[in-house]
């Protein structure tokens, strides 16, 4: 049990337990992060601009110091410790070279500020140089290199320090795509070459696909899931992964016997399996559906659109109200009727998530002239007695329980809950009960799954046919009869 734990202590280089960080004492960049890097792994941060990549880069790099909870490097805590004392190096997406000094002086900056001897600084940078594959490049003036020729020198800076962590923020992001392509290879090379442990973070998918042993794909400043990039592909764990990991057709399903899941209205053999009767959403990759002679698939549909991407064609398939994505080898003519064949284990689904559209309200006292009210962080409406007190009764103007005594209303806590596909989207402010911005969409097979955002942070998941964009403000409709409720249980410390 000891001998164990030991074991695992030594395997991680950094850990970060219970971060969070906030600037200005209300961004919360993130609540509650937690991570372990092991020794010598490449790992990288992916996620969309602004969900507190390069925040978490910082703070490991001690250029921000968390506003809780701790970064343990070698089990040892860090938090607090200056970018200078850490074994750590980084690498930014600006070269920040400088440009009145020489390759050599670029590179040999930390070495002098060592004040290591001439021969050994020598030795170094000829090293570090080697690794970047510049060799003989140090008499060259910064403004004569390319772009991809400064980052490598940028690199180079970083590594002759030989520090334990290696950290790159977005340092590619300047290059052009062919550039950037030989320049992904050579740092997983160099990775190799080092045997550092390196973290990077980047926005680009493929890149990510492309280099890292272990991908963290962060959304809000929350880990979404973390896996090795076939594991982030082929099993996205959740309907944001699988979205932003590739392309990916998204449909509404259900099980309906083991092993087998309605959707786009047939039933599919599957791999995965859940309790008959769980909705699901389900996630195909457009390469994984096959365009077969029709009567030969699961489903037949109509092309809708073929355009070629140089090694495939992007393929439009309606079928029902459904819009699907294939890249197929073979062209089609529009208008052309098809079948579509999806092998079971290709066919990757994903128990829909219990946990959206959940809010907690307080009730208001009972009477027979104003009824009974609900107050929410966001709103208030009134709601039916029965629709929370199902045996209540109403007597004397008051409600009476099963065992006849009177329910005092006042101050019960109720959790509501409501389907995305029972609310609507409305840019009329005054239409619905919240108002907020669209923070992310996704196209679910015929129709749209925003998240709005409100003023107080709360999030409401909605499905719409009409396509909004990111950013737009929104009030939402909730159909109050649509809603459940259920009372919250009084824990014996909400006394305390
Ligand atoms: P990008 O890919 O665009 O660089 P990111 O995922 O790296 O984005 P961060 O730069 O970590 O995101 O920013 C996360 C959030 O923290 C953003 O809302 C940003 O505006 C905010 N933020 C970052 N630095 C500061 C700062 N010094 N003061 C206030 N807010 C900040």
Redesign the pocket.
């Known amino acids: 049990m000891v001998e164990g734990k030991t074991m695992k202590k030594s395997e991680n280089l950094i850990e970060l337990r219970h971060i969070k960080k906030c600037?200005?004492g209300n961004?919360v960049?993130t609540e509650d992060f937690n991570l372990e890097v092991k020794k010598g792994e490449f790992v990288t941060f992916l996620?969309p601009?602004?969900?507190?990549?390069?925040?978490i880069l910082r703070m490991i790099g001690g250029f921000e110091i968390p506003t809780s909870g701790e970064i343990l490097l070698n089990g040892e805590d860090i938090s607090v410790l200056p970018p200078n004392k850490r074994p750590i190096n980084t690498v930014f997406q600006k070269y920040a070279l400088f440009p009145h000094l020489n390759v050599y002086d670029n590179i040999a900056f930390g070495l002098k500020l060592k004040k290591l001897a001439k021969r050994e600084q020598d030795e170094k940078v000829r090293h570090a140089l080697e690794i970047v594959d510049l060799e003989g490049f140090e008499k060259r003036s910064i403004h004569t290199l390319s772009g991809g020729q400064q980052q490598r020198i940028a690199i180079a800076r970083a590594i002759v320090n030989e520090p334990e962590l290696l950290l790159l923020d977005e340092p590619l992001s300047a290059l052009d795509y062919k550039m950037r392509k030989e320049m992904q290879l050579e740092l997983k090379n160099m990775h190799k070459k080092l045997g550092i442990t390196f973290i990077f973070?980047t926005?680009d998918q493929e890149e990510a696909l492309t280099m890292s042993d272990k991908i963290v794909v962060m959304a809000d400043g929350e880990i979404q899931q973390i896996g090795t990039p076939e594991e982030i592909y082929n099993e996205p764990s959740n309907l944001f992964v699988a979205d932003f990991i590739g392309e990916s057709n998204i449909f509404k399903g259900r099980m309906v016997d083991k092993k087998k899941a309605s959707f786009c209205g047939a039933v599919f053999d599957c791999v995965d399996d859940y309790e008959m009767g769980t909705v699901v959403d389900v996630v195909v990759r457009p390469e994984d559906i096959e365009i077969t002679a029709v009567g030969r698939g699961q489903i037949q549909g109509k092309i809708l659109s073929s355009d070629f991407k140089g090694t495939f064609y992007i393929v439009f398939v309606r079928s029902g109200k459904n819009e699907i994505e294939i890249h197929s080898l073979k062209n089609y003519p529009i208008g052309t009727t098809v079948g579509l064949y999806i092998a079971p284990d290709l066919i990757h689904l994903i128990p829909y998530d219990n946990s959206i559209n959940h809010y907690e309200g307080v009730l208001g006292a009972y009477s027979e002239e104003k009824g009974l009210s609900v107050e929410f962080e966001d709103f208030s409406w009134e709601v039916k007695p029965e629709q929370i007190f199902p045996d209540a009764t109403l007597s004397g103007g008051s409600l009476t329980g099963k065992n006849g005594q009177p329910i005092r209303t006042e101050g019960i806590r109720i959790e509501a809950s409501f389907q995305p596909s029972v609310a609507q989207l409305s840019d009329d402010a005054k239409a619905g009960v919240v108002q907020g911005k669209i923070i992310s969409f996704l196209y679910v097979g015929d129709h749209y799954r925003y998240t709005v955002r409100s003023k107080s942070e709360e999030d409401y998941v909605v499905d719409d046919e009409d396509l909004w964009n990111q950013e737009d403000f929104v009030s939402i409709l909730i159909p109050q009869e649509k809603v459940t409720y259920r009372i919250i249980p009084i824990k014996s410390n909400d006394f305390i």
């Open positions: 600037f200005d961004t960049v996620g601009s602004g969900c507190g990549k390069t925040t973070v926005h």
